[in-house]
Structure formats: C-alpha cells, structure tokens
C-alpha cells in the first residue's frame, strides 16, 4: 500500500518575504561572491538550503520561552531548564552549554587527546577533524566502505566497520586510541544513519578496551527516524525512547543545538564523566563564558530546553524527513543523480556523476553549487574535494570520493512547492549539463578552506 500523506503538525503563524531575482543579477551576484555560496548575501537568495544550521523555524512555544530569559550572569534559570530538559531527553548526567556545537568538540579535543593519539570516527566531519587535529589528533576512517559509495543503498550507510577498529588496535594498540567519536546521521556521507546494533556492537568493542564513546549528537534525533523506520523492533517505540537508549551507549556527546535542537544559536558538551566534567567547566570559563550560559543568553538555553522536547515528538521528525525524501523522490523521478538513500537533513547531487567531464580538481561541486544559484537562486554547499582540505602532512589536496552538492533543508522552514522549485532546477541543469565548465581556486585560507575560498570559472 502506498505510504499515506504525513502532513506538518504545525500551522504557519508568521512568514518572511524572500526575494526573486533575475539571472542577469544572480550571475553578477555569484561572480563577485568568487562562485562560492558561503560568500553570497543571504538577501539575493531565493531557497537557502546552504545548511540546516541555525536555519531552523522557532516554535510560538520556544518564542515565548525567549521572553523568560534570565539574564544573569551566574545560575540563570534557564540554564537549570536546559540541564533538565538534557538530561530527561539525552539522559547524561552533567551540562556545559557553549555557544555552538565546535566549542564543545575544541574543549573535548583538548581535554581527551594527547599528541599522536588516534581518533576512529564514522567519517569525518569539517569542524570536528580540525579540532581533534589542532589538538595533535590523528583521524581515522571506520566507517563502512558503502559510505564512501554514492549508490550503495545500504539502509544504514553510517555503521562503523568494527574490522577497521580492531585493525586500529591490533597495529596501534589501544592506548594510542583518545576514545571514538561516533556520529549520527554521517553528514558528509550524505546523513546516513548508522543502526542500534552496530552501535550495540561497538560499544561492547570499546569496553572491552577501556575506551569511551563520545557522540557528535548533533542529528541524533534524525538517526532514531531511521531506526524506528528501519530496524527490527523499534516500529513501535516512540522516538524519544529510542533516543535515550541510544545516548546510553555513549560516556557523552558533543552537540550544536542549532540542528535537531530546533534553534538558531547554541551548543552543549554533555557528559556521565565527573572528572572530565570538571575540567571542561574550567575550559568553558576561559573560552566561551561561565560555566551556566556557556556564551549563550538566557533566553537562548530557554529556546534550547524547550526545542529538546518538540524535536523528539514522533510526527515532527517524521514529517522533517519526509520532506528530505520528497524531495530526493523528485530528483530521482528527473533522473538527477544523487546520494542513495536520501538521509535525514538533505538530498546530495552526485556532482562526479552529474558533470562526468569535469576532473575533480576542476572543482565539480562547487561549480555546479554556483550554476544551481545562478538558474534559480537556490543557494547550496560544495560537499566535496574544496570542503576536504589539505592533508597536514603531505600538503596535498585530499581526493574524496565522494564530490557532492548538499542541498540541505532547514526545519520547519519551507513547503514541498519550494522543494519542487529545487527539483526543477537541478532537473534543468542536468539537462544542459555539458555546457557546465569548472573552476580554478585563486584564494585558498589556511583551514577550513570551503567557508571562504575563491574561484574563477575556466575558459
Ligand atoms: O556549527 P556548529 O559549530 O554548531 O557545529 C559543528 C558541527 C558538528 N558536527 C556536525 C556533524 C555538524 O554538522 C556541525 C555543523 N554543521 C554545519 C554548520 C553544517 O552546515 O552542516
């Protein structure tokens, strides 16, 4: 039987205009923005899918909770509702709010890894790996090989490959391993979910050597969808339950609330460890702010606390992925190729698929980034060779295989006509995919290069 219709369980309360342009502007437009979407005002895009961070709709709830802001410096109320409402939905024991999700994965870093250790995670994420490399860190790739594959259509794309692990081990020994940072919901492999039995797995894995398990939470509530859809035995069992379970395999997690915590700022390191607890109080005085707001407001930990308890509502986060599906459903009705299968936050163009005569040095997703925003306004992100940096060692650029384009989708934000908007663009431009040309690079920064690299096209 066909899947019936999961309409939002919300009505819309309040809009914001957007503007619509015209090709001759948005061209000039991406042109001095040196064709990466980072560097275009928000104010000349028409759909902004550049991420799902911070973009989030505000519930009236969370809205009225702004209004209860304590603003003190030290014990705001707020800050106790947040470390309720954390440990109720998480279940960790101790809070540390910081300003966003990288402020708890610096203090992490730097508090759990010695020089020269290793850290396995399930693919690594920008901010994540620059922090754990800063922090003499080495990553190391566990994830799947399926992950790595564009049309592999494994249900659960973000497991770890427990066979890397014991390789890890068995050549390093456990002790040059600082713990595993594990990640919901994989974003750069397309926010692919991993499975509760992996995770299950895993964690017998590590207990058996001492190391702890340390989530980047930050789409977790995205990845339980998934395994209540997926999994056998969790058809039934309410997201939050199956969120908690989740959490309990973990000694903490690192989080940027402006992803399923339904806000537009805000982070939180959270933890059932008291000594590393302490010590990252201490860290998060020095960096971010004391250790109850963390650099947030008041009213942003009220906005916080009160998002943890809707993002776990089942016809919620249904109807948020579903909008993901549907629009990944129409790509693959125009035969545009992407990442299978659609995972929790955005549909990913295949761009290696998409632009076969482009090598990746040319930049293929970042060029065709800069094409969608020219034919539509629709403003997305180059997931691919610029978003991968340089190896520190060598200097080389690293060569993902995965070249994508990530059409992202904010929560709560726009309606399935705007996702067909999205659809008829790409659909357009891989019909004129030949006439697409690459870029060259002519300003690199020194880290994290995607946010602000320039290009100029090739002739
Ligand atoms: O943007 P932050 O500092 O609140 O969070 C950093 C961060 C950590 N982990 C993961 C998996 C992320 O996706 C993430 C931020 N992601 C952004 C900004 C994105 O556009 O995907």
Not at 194 to 216: C, H, P, T
Not at 437 to 459: D, I, N, T
């Given at each position: 039987m066909k899947q019936r219709t999961i309409a939002e369980p919300y009505k819309i309360k309040m809009v914001e205009p957007i503007k619509m342009t015209t090709r001759e502007y948005r061209a000039e437009k991406v042109r001095e923005a040196g064709y990466n979407t980072f560097l275009l005002h928000s104010e000349d895009v028409y759909i902004d899918l550049l991420t799902d961070s911070g973009t989030s709709a505000m519930s009236d709830r969370q809205w009225a909770g702004m209004m209860l802001g304590d603003e003190a410096y030290a014990g705001a109320r707020n800050f106790y509702n947040m470390e309720r409402a954390m440990q109720e939905i998480y279940g960790f024991k101790y809070l540390v709010p910081t300003h966003q999700g990288r402020a708890a994965e610096h203090i992490t870093s730097q508090l759990r890894t010695k020089p020269g250790q290793y850290v396995p995670m399930n693919m690594y994420f920008t901010t994540t790996r620059e922090h754990m490399e800063r922090a003499g860190g080495i990553f190391y790739d566990c994830i799947i090989d399926e992950a790595h594959d564009p049309q592999s259509e494994h249900p659960f794309k973000g497991n770890v490959d427990l066979n890397k692990l014991q390789r890890l081990v068995d050549e390093k020994g456990a002790e040059s391993i600082a713990y595993l940072s594990i990640a919901p919901c994989v974003n750069m492999a397309?926010?692919?979910?991993?499975?509760?039995?992996?995770?299950?797995?895993?964690?017998?894995?590590?207990?058996?050597?001492?190391?702890?398990?340390?989530?980047?939470?930050?789409?977790?509530?995205?990845?339980?969808?998934?395994?209540?859809q997926r999994e056998e035995g969790y058809a039934n069992k309410p997201i939050r339950e199956i969120l908690r379970e989740m959490m309990s395999y973990g000694e903490g997690c690192t989080m940027s609330s402006k992803k399923d915590n339904l806000v537009n700022i805000g982070g939180f390191l959270a933890t059932n460890n008291e000594e590393f607890f302490i010590k990252a109080k201490e860290m998060v005085v020095v960096f971010e702010g004391l250790h109850t707001y963390g650099g947030l407001s008041g009213r942003d930990m009220e906005a916080v606390a009160r998002g943890m308890y809707e993002m776990v509502e089942d016809a919620y986060i249904a109807s948020r992925v579903r909008q993901v599906e549907y629009l990944g459903q129409r790509l693959r009705e125009g035969g545009v190729p992407i990442v299978l299968p659609v995972g929790g936050h955005a549909v990913f163009l295949d761009a290696k698929r998409f632009l076969p005569h482009l090598p990746q040095e040319h930049f293929p997703a970042q060029a065709l980034a800069a094409e969608l925003y020219v034919d539509s306004g629709v403003r997305s992100m180059e997931r691919g060779i610029v978003s991968a940096g340089r190896d520190p060692v060598t200097g080389e650029h690293r060569r993902p295989k995965l070249e994508l384009v990530r059409l992202t989708i904010p929560r709560r934000v726009y309606t399935n006509l705007h996702m067909d908007v999205v659809a008829e663009s790409c659909q357009a431009l891989y019909e004129e995919r030949d006439r697409i040309?690459?870029?060259?690079?002519?300003?690199?920064?020194?880290?994290?290069?995607?946010?602000?690299?320039?290009?100029?096209?090739?002739?």
């Open positions: 397309g926010g692919q979910p991993f499975s509760m039995e992996n995770l299950r797995q895993v964690a017998e894995w590590a207990k058996r050597y001492g190391l702890a398990i340390i989530f980047d939470a930050t789409r977790a509530v995205e990845n339980c969808y998934f395994i209540q040309k690459g870029l060259k690079m002519v300003y690199e920064p020194s880290s994290l290069r995607f946010f602000q690299a320039r290009f100029e096209p090739l002739p």
